[in-house]
């Protein structure tokens, strides 16, 4: 590959090799090996400029998108191979890459995973969570991955063909009687792990329950395991704003009304027991005291949203 032609792809003060750099991602793009190209430098060169990086999970993501759901058992074996070696080395690298790639790398990771499971990838998740003893690094790019899967499967803003609802409704009923249950503890797990050690980490953490919560067992999160932990982190300066971010996720879950209202009760006993609901606090706490008062707001609609129905 032209790595020279490639670094002009995010070059923007370089009109020229900007061209000639989108010229040959179209010729990658369309030829038959320009995916296995890319494959090959990403999983062989280890400390490689992010414009080259970017440049070949665009030319991968391409051909996941567009080719890849017909092509043959072999050449998909080696998409997912690669996925798996991705996060081993990134786990491993003194050096591992930047949001920007991890981000683009998990889009990819998300449409294998569309369309590979369960049928072609039903040990998806177990491989998954066998990663997370590889360290930090893996376990932020399996919390990226699980949000990205969360909003192409359940994200309610964006418009869905028939076929698609169908399909998101089969994969997450397959996850709920699979692997739900594994992917909770391990969000336990990490809460505990690392919220002493990697507070960004625990809020990642956070942003995924309260985005899963919408469609899983409440009864999973909304227990004396979590609870004991989300008290402990609403006194945690760089955890407690996330934290009621995450609460307030939890009790805005559909639900029966009458279930939701023993839910917000439960939940503003123990507020108001942890002292968290008597909170004066000084000009530092503002974020979080606007984060409370929308927790507060959200109890308080909740009930009488109840008693309305």
């Not at 949001?99 to 049928?119: E, G, H, T, Y």
Request: hydrophobic letters at 40%; a negative charge; one cysteine or more.
């Amino acid at each position: 590959m032209n790595i020279e032609t490639i670094q002009g792809f995010l070059d923007h003060t370089n009109p020229l090799a900007r061209h000639q750099a989108l010229q040959y991602f179209e010729q990658l793009k369309e030829s038959e090996d320009g995916w296995k190209l890319s494959i090959n430098l990403l999983s062989n060169i280890d400390k490689q400029q992010d414009q080259v990086k970017f440049f070949c999970f665009q030319v991968v993501l391409h051909y996941v998108k567009n080719k890849y759901p017909y092509a043959n058992s072999e050449q998909q074996q080696i998409i997912r191979e690669f996925v798996k070696h991705w996060i081993q080395t990134q786990s491993t690298s003194s050096q591992p890459d930047g949001s920007l790639i991890q981000n683009k790398a998990s889009q990819i990771i998300c449409m294998v995973f569309l369309m590979d499971f369960p049928a072609r990838w039903p040990s998806f998740f177990e491989d998954l969570l066998q990663t997370l003893n590889l360290g930090i690094t893996s376990t932020i790019i399996y919390l990226r991955i699980l949000l990205t899967i969360n909003s192409e499967i359940a994200d309610r803003e964006f418009s869905r063909t028939q076929k698609e609802l169908e399909t998101f409704t089969f994969i997450k009923d397959t996850m709920r009687e699979t692997c739900i249950t594994k992917l909770v503890d391990s969000w336990h797990h990490i809460l505990v792990t690392y919220q002493n050690v990697n507070t960004d980490v625990v809020c990642l953490c956070l942003e995924v329950i309260g985005a899963y919560i919408a469609w899983i067992d409440i009864s999973l999160i909304a227990n004396d395991r979590f609870v004991q932990v989300f008290i402990s982190f609403l006194s945690i300066p760089q955890l407690r704003e996330s934290t009621c971010d995450c609460i307030v996720q939890i009790i805005n879950k559909g639900m029966d009304p009458v279930a939701k209202v023993k839910l917000v009760e439960s939940y503003a006993t123990i507020l108001k027991q942890a002292g968290v609901l008597n909170f004066t606090g000084s000009p530092d706490d503002e974020d979080f005291m606007v984060k409370l008062a929308a927790l507060v707001n959200t109890m308080g609609t909740a009930i009488l949203n109840s008693w309305t129905r």
